[in-house]
């Protein structure tokens, strides 16, 4: 009898909320199913919950659909182990893990390493999956200090329109943004957007992974902490990662002459540990970057310059396109906003909409409310 209520107590310790509604089903007495049940969180949570009872002991760095390869802690050895996905972990073709997770090991019968469950996220950098029969999310890297944005000033040449998704991506995720400006060595002048940037407060980083410039400062950045390198394909963020730690052996392939773009020459997202405690993700290049929560509405506070200026807009929820007293579109006329920054926003407010992330849908499947003020709050720029 009283070992029966011990086990209900303790059973209602281990819920989470909602947790009848979503996995009625997939509930159990037993605490070896109870475990497994809750690791196999949606990913409309905002984070992936591991029970307490569990100490994450590895780290990943690669993996796929069903496998992953990590790294496991108290070893000195910086041995790279493969293990099994744990089916709970994975929702329909995809893994719901991502390099930068700490995540828990367990050994089967069999001696097989399989990973069990995933730690709470402080931090993580996440899109819009690209593949649309899986979960909406897919994250690129969990626990991450500082993402790298990484642009080059020709072949490929500079583009502003990624830079914003991404600074966008940082700021949602906690992660702090750096903009590393590559391949300086090719040209005299840069380009003059980059100003735009500058004004806005934002760290930049100038580099040639030919004069070596910049790549001590990067260094200097990554010490005891994670950063991830991200960008369009060709801009040298392997060539990158390379110069910061010349012994890692990565490929990078010249871009194509005829095009100017990179060839994809990084396929997998991968975690490289460095000699000064810190740890980079190398990933691979991306024509796109999607949104997988974002409210429209949101959208004005990750533009700070946008933002200031909307609060004196006659509606509340103006969408800077066609309403009347749009204090936003006469500062864009008068100069005071980027003309580049706002057809940025348009366009991705547009994409936004298109990808069927309206606020209704948002409130249906209960993504909504996002508090704004708390994202303004934590607002990195100036
Ligand atoms: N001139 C010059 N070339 C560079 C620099 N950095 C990289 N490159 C060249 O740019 C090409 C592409 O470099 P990668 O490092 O493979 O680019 P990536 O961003 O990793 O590309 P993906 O893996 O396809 O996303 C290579 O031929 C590099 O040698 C640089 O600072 N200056
Ligand atoms: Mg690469
Ligand atoms: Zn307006």
Redesign the pocket.
Same mark, same amino acid.
């Given at each position: 009898m009283k070992k029966k209520k011990l086990e209900k107590s303790k059973r209602s310790e281990n819920r989470i909320k909602n947790w009848e509604n979503r996995y009625d089903e997939s509930y159990s007495k037993d605490p070896f199913r109870l475990r497994r049940a809750e690791v196999h969180l949606p990913e409309n949570l905002p984070e992936i919950y591991l029970p307490e009872t569990f100490e994450p002991n590895a780290t990943v760095v690669s993996h796929s659909k069903k496998w992953a390869f990590v790294l496991l802690d108290n070893t000195t050895e910086q041995k790279e182990i493969l293990c099994k996905i744990d089916e709970h972990l994975r929702e329909k073709d995809s893994s719901l893990i991502a390099p930068g997770d700490r995540v828990f090991i367990e050994y089967e019968e069999n001696g097989e390493p399989i990973i069990r469950g995933i730690a709470e996220r402080k931090s993580k950098l996440s899109r819009l999956s690209v593949d649309r029969e899986g979960p909406p999310e897919q994250v690129i890297s969990a626990n991450v200090d500082i993402l790298f944005i990484?642009a #080059?000033v020709k072949?490929p040449p500079f583009k502003a329109g990624l830079i914003d998704r991404f600074l966008i991506v940082a700021e949602n995720g906690n992660v702090e943004p750096v903009i590393v400006i590559? =391949?300086? !060595?090719?040209v005299d002048t840069l380009p003059e957007e980059i100003n735009i940037y500058k004004n806005l407060g934002l760290k930049i980083v100038y +580099? #040639?992974?030919?004069t070596k410039q910049g790549i001590e400062e990067l260094v200097d950045l990554l010490q005891n902490k994670v950063g991830v %390198?991200a960008?369009?394909?060709?801009?040298? =963020? +392997? #060539? %990158?990662l =390379?110069c910061i730690c010349p012994e890692i052996n990565a %490929? +990078? %392939?010249?871009?194509s002459q005829k095009t100017e773009k990179?060839?994809?020459?990084?396929t997998n997202t991968h975690l490289y540990c460095l000699p000064n405690g810190g740890k980079l993700i !190398? +990933?691979?290049?991306i024509r796109s970057l999607g949104f997988w929560d974002m409210d429209p509405r949101s959208l004005d506070y990750y533009f700070p310059e946008i933002s200031k200026f909307a609060e004196m807009c006659r509606f509340n929820d103006c969408s800077h396109i066609h309403e009347p007293d749009c204090e936003v579109r006469k500062a864009v006329k008068f100069g005071n906003i980027p003309i580049i920054r706002y057809e940025s926003y348009l366009r991705i407010r547009k994409s936004i909409e298109q990808d069927g992330i309206t606020p209704g849908r948002l409130r249906k499947e209960n993504i909504l409310p996002k508090d704004l003020s708390y994202i303004k709050k934590r607002n990195r720029f100036k």
């Open positions: 990484v #080059s072949q590559n =391949k300086i !060595d090719i +580099t #040639s992974c030919i %390198l960008g369009h394909s060709g801009v040298g =963020k +392997t #060539s %990158l =390379k %490929l +990078t %392939l010249e871009i990179g060839r994809h020459a990084t !190398d +990933t691979p290049g």
